[in-house]
Structure formats: structure tokens, C-alpha cells
């Protein structure tokens, strides 16, 4: 069974600028999550997304959006970025049933420069 | 609001020499508690839910333990493979968020 899929890997981008990350969860699973993972911070919600529907949010600000398709894949939007945004973004897909565990892709890497 | 607080943030283990990671918590109720492992360059890697207190996860060298308050990750004899860092998440509530702690980076010396 393929795992969890995150593109692009690695991500270079200035200041200012905008990008987007995809997300491809495990077959079956309904439910996708978000987080941006710091050295200094650890793994920090952003949000989470069920049947194409936003069930959670973290506390980041508007300039971090996400959706979800009806086939269950996600994208993440990050608008102006700033060096702050350096980070591991991971997303993570569970089943349906509310006590589910997460289970993570391998990230994306964004520098901004 | 939700804490979820990792000790010690670092290890270091002779192969061989067992030892215990400590994750504490702070919920308004406990859904459910989690264990990952993440290696450098790749995401978390589920290893365990734990639902009560009382209640006991084992997996190869690894069993995981549950409190009222706090949850422990023992490392029978542990190998150089073990190291990683290992991370403790707890869901509050039904269809709530998982909230992280930091980790703890475990290095075991051969």
C-alpha cells in the first residue's frame, strides 16, 4: 500500500512570493493534516482537512490556506512568504474514525530567501 | 490549553543499556496518546496508541506505558537502529487536533 506522497520535496523561494505544496494521502484515508515542523519549535498544527471540509485550525495566519479535493489529495498555499516560513511542512492522512493515528509523508523542505 | 511536555531532549545510550522517555500532558481530557519516531530527513513513523491509563504497547525492544498524567517509551537494550528522535502526541477529543511535544532525540553508541 503507497504511503503518504508530499511534492515537491525541496523548495526554493524568495521573500515575498508565494507557493503551493501537494499532498496525496494513503487510499481510503479521508482525513489530511498539515504541520510545520521548526528545530525551535517542533511540529505546529496548521490545519486539518475532512471530505473536502476544514474541521481544525491552528493559530498561523491567513496567509497559510489549504483545501482538499473530492478524491481525498490536499494543497497547502502559503502567500508572502517570509524567512519565518523556512521550514518541514508534513501532511498526514488518517481513516475516518475519530481516534485514528496519523500517518506522515516525508515533507516538503522550503527555504525562503 | 493543551501541553504536552518531553524529557529528557536529549539521550545518549551505550548499546545494550535500557533507559525510559518521559512524556507528560496537560488536557482537558485524553482521547488518545500517541508514539512516533522520526529519522533525519523523513516524516514521524507511527509506533503506538495508547487510550487508558493502565493500559501497555509493546513492539520489538519498545513498550510504551500510560498514565493518568503521563506516559513513558522503555527501550529494552536498545541498538545503534534505535536512534532517532521520538515524538508523544495526544488527541484531547473526539476529532480534535493531535498536539506534539517536542521529542527527544535518543543516540545509541555501539
Known amino acids: 500500500k503507497a504511503g503518504v506522497t508530499q511534492t515537491p520535496r525541496y523548495l526554493i523561494k524568495t521573500r515575498g512570493q508565494q507557493v503551493t505544496l501537494s499532498c496525496s494521502p494513503i487510499?481510503?484515508?479521508?482525513?489530511v493534516s498539515w504541520y510545520q515542523q521548526t528545530p525551535g519549535q517542533g511540529l505546529q498544527f496548521l490545519f486539518e482537512?475532512?471530505?473536502?471540509?476544514?474541521?481544525n485550525k491552528g493559530n498561523f495566519p491567513g496567509r497559510f490556506s489549504g483545501r482538499q479535493f473530492s478524491n481525498s489529495r490536499s494543497e497547502m498555499n502559503v502567500s508572502t512568504l517570509e524567512l519565518g516560513d523556512s521550514a518541514l511542512y508534513l501532511c498526514?492522512?488518517?481513516?475516518?474514525?475519530?481516534?485514528?493515528?496519523?500517518?506522515f509523508g516525508n515533507g516538503t523542505r522550503l527555504t525562503v530567501t | 490549553e493543551d501541553q504536552v511536555t518531553q524529557s529528557p531532549e536529549a539521550l545518549r545510550l551505550q548499546e545494550g543499556e535500557s533507559s525510559s522517555l518521559n512524556c507528560s500532558y496537560t488536557?482537558?481530557?485524553?482521547?488518545?496518546l500517541f508514539w512516533y519516531r522520526q529519522d533525519p530527513g523523513k516524516g514521524p513513523e507511527f509506533l503506538f496508541t495508547?487510550?487508558?491509563a493502565g493500559e501497555e504497547k509493546e513492539k520489538e525492544r519498545l513498550k510504551a506505558t500510560l498514565t493518568k498524567k503521563e506516559s513513558f517509551l522503555h527501550i529494552t537494550a536498545p541498538k545503534p537502529e534505535d536512534s532517532a528522535t521520538y515524538l508523544c502526541?495526544?488527541?484531547?477529543?473526539?476529532?480534535?487536533?493531535?498536539?506534539f511535544g517536542k521529542g527527544i532525540t535518543l543516540s545509541v553508541r555501539p
Open positions: 498526514a492522512s488518517s481513516l475516518a474514525s475519530d481516534n485514528s493515528p496519523l500517518h
Open positions: 482537512y475532512f471530505s473536502e471540509t476544514q474541521r
Open positions: 502526541a495526544v488527541r484531547p477529543g473526539a476529532n480534535s487536533k493531535l498536539t
Open positions: 495508547l487510550y487508558s
Open positions: 488536557v482537558s481530557g485524553l482521547r488518545g
Open positions: 487510499s481510503g484515508h479521508r482525513s
